[in-house]
């Protein structure tokens, strides 16, 4: 019910019709029975600025932030948390007490699902990341805060990226090796332990498409997280599962990385599973928490 003391939450990016955060939000809200409600908000680039003078004075209570305002909307804000400024990346924004912090809760997501979801207590200590666009840039700076990690072959399509990616986070080149994602990449992924894809290959209308050239180098043993989550089984997930590998969806790091954007806002830990749910079933997907219609 909205009433008068309802404060209003949301997601502002462009175009921002087809994403799954309201309905994840709202069925947390509505599961905890709190006086809040989430709506998406398309804001074009060049109204970026109104739309955050119009959340301070609206008194909006935070806003998601997506594609793309990430790295535009930090100059907007008075605060940027040390983990979104070491990104170089703001998705949430909580208003408090007159301020506006910026967040990133992709990290956080990302090593949440990998433990929760992919069963990985402790990484191992080679990991392929694919792809260098925004994504991959919050998923290495999380690998690079696990110390067991020793080695992270960064591999995409434009080279030049994934050197200027690793060049920012680890400048030294201690840990992070640079490439391009092609025919001879097999190698450095058959040697990894973990494989994530954070590239948009095989994303929804391409779902026929694989980020790997030959799947013969995944393996029994390796974990294999591919965060593009339409379609939820892509094909590099089949690939995985057909050779033994662990497959992990990216509906856990859509879920948790929302989950802690409401933690932040509200100060309660939503039910994750009921924010997985809801955005299964802005996917078409039957929901595994109501009982099936007869
Ligand atoms: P982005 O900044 O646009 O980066 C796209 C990446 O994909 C780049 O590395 C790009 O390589 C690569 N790429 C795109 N098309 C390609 C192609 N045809 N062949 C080879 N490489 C290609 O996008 P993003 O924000 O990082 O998002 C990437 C994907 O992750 C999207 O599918 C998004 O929905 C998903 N995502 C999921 C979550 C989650 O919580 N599960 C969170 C964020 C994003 P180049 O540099 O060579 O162009």
């Known amino acids: 019910m909205i009433s008068g003391k309802t404060r209003v939450l949301g997601i502002i990016g462009h175009p921002v019709e087809h994403t799954s955060s309201p309905a994840m939000h709202n069925a947390a809200i509505a599961a905890l029975g709190l006086e809040y409600v989430y709506t998406a908000f398309p804001v074009r680039p060049e109204e970026l600025g109104p739309a955050i003078a119009g959340m ?10 997506t594609v793309p305002h990430k790295v535009g909307v930090m100059a907007l804000l008075d605060e940027i948390s040390p983990e979104a400024r070491a990104i170089g990346a703001v998705n949430t924004i909580d ?41 991959a840039r919050a998923i290495l700076y999380a690998l690079l805060q696990r110390p067991e990690v020793e ?55 391409h779902p026929d498409a694989s980020p790997l050239p030959n799947p013969a180098c995944l ?22 599962r ?20 409401f933690a932040i806002w509200t100060g309660v830990e939503p039910p994750v599973e009921v924010m997985r749910a809801a955005a299964l079933e802005r996917l078409g997907k039957p929901s595994p928490l109501k009982p099936a219609a007869n």
Not at 222 to 230: A, C, E, R, S
Request: aromatic fraction near 2%; proline fraction near 4%.
């Open 219 to 240: 393996h029994t043993g390796m974990v294999v997280l591919d965060i593009v989550y339409n379609p939820l089984e892509t094909l590099l997930l089949r690939q995985a």
């Open 56 to 65: 301070r004075a609206l008194n909006f209570r935070g806003l998601n932030v």
């Open 151 to 205: 080695h992270i072959a960064l591999l995409n399509r434009t080279a030049e990226k994934a050197a200027a990616l690793a060049a920012s986070l680890d400048p030294e080149g201690k840990r992070v090796q640079p490439g391009v994602l092609d025919a001879s990449s097999g190698e450095q992924v058959a040697a990894a332990g973990l494989l994530i894809n954070s590239t948009s290959i095989g994303m929804h209308p």
């Open 242 to 261: 057909q050779a033994g590998a662990r497959p992990v969806d990216g509906l856990g790091m859509l879920a948790r990385q929302g989950a802690r954007a």
């Open 95 to 135: 208003h408090r007490e007159g301020r506006l912090i910026g967040h990133n809760t992709d990290a956080y997501g990302v090593m949440q699902s990998l433990r929760l979801d992919g069963g990985l207590e402790t990484l191992p200590s080679r990991v392929a990341l694919l792809g260098a666009g925004g994504a």
